[in-house]
């Protein structure tokens, strides 16, 4: 396509308009709307893989809408009554289908590239990792749309009505949306009982992704393989529906749709565990002594190493051999609703806790200190709860030899620890050496194991 057919379709199609409305609702709704893409680590402006994962997710929306303008796209023909002229000139129907469908494409890619240009630049500024393990996201989500406007126009190529664009708008809305919901989830349960859903391989036939829950998390190469397939296979059955002439013509414009289902769900995961997966690179570690951080959060090792030392050293004074030795990032990504694991050879460190990324100094210290006593046992996406805090508070000042309010957290709920910690920790020093080490030691093989009630072990309730 030559330089003056593009400007000529751009004047003459809803392109410029489609590619529009996509970027500035997306903009918007990132921007104005107060969601979990601004907070923690995997807000989509703090890492490039969180960005490309954001954008996507968008794709909810904003692909019904490329499908949509696709299908308004395809009636100009027959709004504009030229059809029957059309069909009585030289030029071929492919080559004016190429036109049409790849104005239109083209325009929604582009779009598509800004955003995640507009979100990149962002994380440029925030991030000292940069990696191109993002860059297939991206690909597919801005393929997504192409297609899906293709699929618009050949649909309504074959069914000229006015109701056809927003009838598909609609289907297409109902399609993301159960992929995301019921058809597109398993109901199954923990290894405690806990019930809950995981994303099955029909759900990755939608363009749009699940929201981000971890920094490391990624979609597996298969993920981006199968999507693409079914995508192509989407935009050949669009486009072989622009030029059929007769009904034989688009029953077999179907094929290619219909073969790139098929082949797409035998190339997608079946695991859940295949389909969002580890970036091992992005969690490799890097170390300075012995606390470490992931490449990802690499520029944060100077602020962590510090206080990782003290802690260390604070914890084997109170403890002795049976003290951490490292301080180390958790890089285990678990599905939401199981319960956590821990060593106690290691402090974790999460750049999501509160308490941790409110810290800085000698409370950044302490409050290592408290992980490392008391790592929690809240089951992933879940609400902590107050008795760990109070605990953990006890921890930290039975280290100290005073008791401190440990930072993070709401004022509220600082508060109960500190007031439901006093008590606590006035009888735990109250006893003898011996039988505070050995609550210390029940309180920590409650946390490790996460069995057990670690505040009733450091009263001594478990023992009794």
Same mark, same amino acid.
């Given at each position: 396509?030559?330089?003056r057919v593009?400007r000529?379709e751009?004047k003459r199609s809803v392109?410029?308009?489609?590619g529009?409305?996509v970027?500035?609702?997306?903009l918007a709704?990132?921007?104005?709307v107060?969601?979990?893409?601004?907070?923690?680590t995997?807000a989509?402006?703090?890492?490039w893989?969180?960005?490309a994962?954001w954008?996507?997710?968008?794709?909810?929306?904003?692909w019904?809408?490329?499908?949509g303008f696709g299908?308004?796209q395809?009636?100009r023909?027959r709004?504009?009554k030229?059809s029957e002229?059309l069909?009585?000139?030289?030029r071929?129907?492919w080559?004016?289908?190429g036109?049409?469908a790849?104005t239109?494409?083209t325009?929604?890619?582009?779009a598509f590239?800004?955003?995640v240009l507009t979100g990149?630049?962002?994380?440029l500024?925030?991030?000292?990792?940069?990696?191109?393990?993002?860059?297939p996201i991206?690909?597919?989500?801005?393929?997504s749309l192409?297609a899906g406007a293709?699929?618009g126009m050949?649909? &309504?190529? @074959?069914? /000229?009505?006015?109701?056809?664009?927003?009838l598909? %708008?609609?289907g297409?809305? *109902?399609f993301? #949306?159960?992929m995301?919901t019921t058809l597109?989830?398993?109901?199954?349960?923990?290894a405690?009982g806990i019930p809950?859903t995981?994303p099955n391989?029909i759900?990755?036939l939608s363009?749009a992704?699940?929201?981000?829950?971890d920094t490391?998390?990624t979609?597996?190469?298969?993920?981006?393989?199968?999507q693409?397939?079914w995508?192509?296979?989407?935009?050949?059955?669009g486009?072989?529906?622009?030029?059929a002439?007769?009904?034989?013509?688009?029953l077999?414009a179907l094929a290619?749709?219909?073969?790139?289902?098929?082949?797409a769900?035998?190339?997608l995961?079946s695991?859940p565990?295949?389909?969002?997966?580890?970036?091992? &690179?992005? @969690?490799e /570690?890097?170390?300075?002594g012995p606390?470490c951080? %992931?490449?990802t959060?690499? *520029?944060?090792? #100077?602020?962590?190493?510090?206080?990782g030392r003290q802690a260390?050293g604070?914890?084997?004074a109170a403890?002795?051999s049976r003290a951490p030795?490292?301080?180390r990032e958790?890089?285990?990504?678990?599905p939401?609703?199981t319960?956590?694991?821990?060593?106690?050879?290691?402090?974790?460190?999460?750049f999501?806790?509160d308490?941790?990324?409110?810290a800085k100094?000698?409370?950044?210290?302490w409050a290592?200190v408290?992980e490392?006593?008391?790592?929690?046992?809240?089951?992933?996406?879940?609400?902590g709860?107050?008795?760990?805090?109070?605990?953990?508070?006890?921890?930290?000042?039975?280290?100290?030899?005073?008791?401190?309010?440990l930072?993070?957290s709401?004022?509220s709920?600082?508060h109960?620890?500190? %007031?439901a910690?006093?008590?606590?920790?006035?009888k735990?020093k109250?006893?003898p050496r011996?039988e505070?080490?050995?609550?210390?030691?029940?309180?920590r093989t409650?946390a490790?194991?996460?069995?057990?009630?670690?505040l009733?072990?450091l009263a001594g309730s478990a023992?009794?």
């Open positions: 396509m030559n330089t593009l000529t751009l392109a410029p308009w489609a529009a409305v970027l500035t609702s997306a709704f990132l921007y104005l107060n969601g979990t893409w601004w907070t923690g995997t989509w402006t703090a890492q893989t969180s960005m994962l954008t996507r997710a968008l794709l909810f929306y904003l019904p809408l490329a499908v299908a308004l395809g009636l023909d709004r504009s030229m002229l069909t009585t000139t030289s071929p129907a080559h004016r289908a036109a049409l790849g239109t494409a325009t929604l890619a582009s590239a800004l955003l990149g630049v962002q994380v500024a925030h991030t000292a990792y940069t990696h191109l393990g993002w860059l991206s690909l597919v989500g801005a393929l192409a293709v699929l050949g649909a &309504a190529r @074959a069914l /000229p009505s006015v109701l056809t664009p927003p598909l %708008t609609v297409a809305f *109902a993301t #949306a159960l995301q597109g989830r398993t109901q199954t349960a923990t405690s809950r995981e391989r759900s990755l363009p992704v699940q929201d981000v829950r490391l998390d979609l597996s190469p298969a993920v981006h393989l199968g693409t397939i995508l192509l296979g989407m935009a050949a059955t486009f072989a529906l622009l030029v002439a007769t009904p034989r013509a688009r077999l290619p749709v219909l073969a790139g289902a098929g082949i769900l035998l190339v995961p695991d565990n295949r389909m969002y997966v580890l970036d091992k &690179a992005a @969690a /570690p890097v170390c300075d606390v951080v %992931t490449r959060h690499q *520029a944060q090792l #100077a602020d962590v190493a510090g206080p260390l604070l914890l084997h403890l002795g030795v490292s301080v958790n890089t285990t990504v678990l939401e609703g319960t956590p694991r821990w060593s106690s050879r290691a402090v974790p460190v999460d999501d806790d308490v941790i990324t409110a100094g000698a409370e950044l210290t290592l408290g490392g006593m008391v790592p929690g046992c809240t089951p992933v996406g879940w609400s709860t107050g008795e760990e805090d109070v605990a953990r508070t006890v921890a930290v000042g039975w280290v100290l030899g005073e008791l401190r309010s930072p993070g709401t004022p709920r600082r109960y620890a500190d %007031t910690a006093r008590p606590v920790w006035k735990l109250a006893l011996a505070q080490l050995a609550r210390i030691d029940a309180m409650a490790f194991s996460c069995k057990g009630d670690v009733q072990a023992s009794r």
